[in-house]
Structure formats: C-alpha cells, structure tokens
C-alpha cells in the first residue's frame, strides 16, 4: 500500500521530469484515484482510491505500485495536454443535448490517452495501453 507521501513524491518527480508546472493536492472526497482539474491547473488524487485502483489493474499489468501511480498519473497529465491543446470550453456542456455532450465528453477522453500516451515511457507502454482496456471495463461495470 502506498501512503500520501509515497503518491506526492512520484507526482512530484514526474512533474519535474516532464518540466510541467502542475499543483496537486490530496482529495480524501474524490470518488477517482485522480483527477485533473483545467480551472485550477491542479491534480488531486485519493490515496485510498488510488491504492484500491492499483489493486484493480495490478494482476493483469504486473507493475510495481509506483509505476501503476505513474500510469494513472499519465493518463491525467493527457488531460492537461488535451486542454492545453485544444483549449475546451466546458460550459457549453451544459447547453448541449446527451448526445452531443456524450461526444465531447469521449472525444476528450480519447484525447487524454492519447496525449498522455506521448509521456510514458518505454517500458511502460504496453501497460498504459492494458490499463486503457481495463479502464474501459471497468466503467461499463459502474
């Protein structure tokens, strides 16, 4: 089980290595293991949600605890990139019918494993891209 400091110190380091100037912050109420948010240029995470995915994802993708925390931290620096990039304007959601929402709201899902993508390393690709099936599971299981 990795403790707050351990899951700061890998956000951290990676931020660092990446020259990405993000916060993050601890969140014991998000209902994610993490989470970006554009407005604040913030990524919060839930140790406990964090530690619960990895134990999710874990036995099909064999990684240590601190590359799965990386994976999963990839996939919300995708994010960070997607809106950089593309720059979404989020309150049109609301004006826009479920269907329409539904088709934004994929396509910047799919942007932010793609662009995240371009951050993992090497050797953790093929595990970024299991993790990206198993996450797809996982959701049509909610």
């Not at 990405?20 to 998000?30: C, P």
């Not at 601190?66 to 809106?83: H, N, P, S, T, W």
């Not at 539904?102 to 891209?129: F, H, Q």
């Amino acid at each position: 089980m990795l403790y707050i400091r351990d899951i700061e110190k890998i956000i951290e380091n990676t931020l660092q290595e990446h020259k990405l100037n993000i916060d993050y912050e601890i969140n014991n109420n998000l209902l994610a293991p993490m989470s970006f948010n554009v407005s604040t240029n913030t990524i919060k995470f839930n140790y406990l949600q964090v530690n619960g995915y990895i134990a999710n994802i874990n036995f099909k993708i064999k990684e240590t605890d601190e590359d799965c925390v990386k994976i999963i931290l990839y996939r919300q620096l995708g994010y960070y990139l997607a809106f950089k990039k593309n720059n979404h304007d989020l309150r049109i959601l609301k004006y826009f019918e479920d269907e329409k929402k539904a088709e934004i709201l994929t396509r910047i899902e799919t942007n932010a494993w793609e662009y995240g993508r371009t951050l993992v390393p090497e050797k953790l690709v093929n595990s970024y891209d299991k993790v990206r099936e198993i996450d797809k599971m996982l959701l049509k299981s909610y």
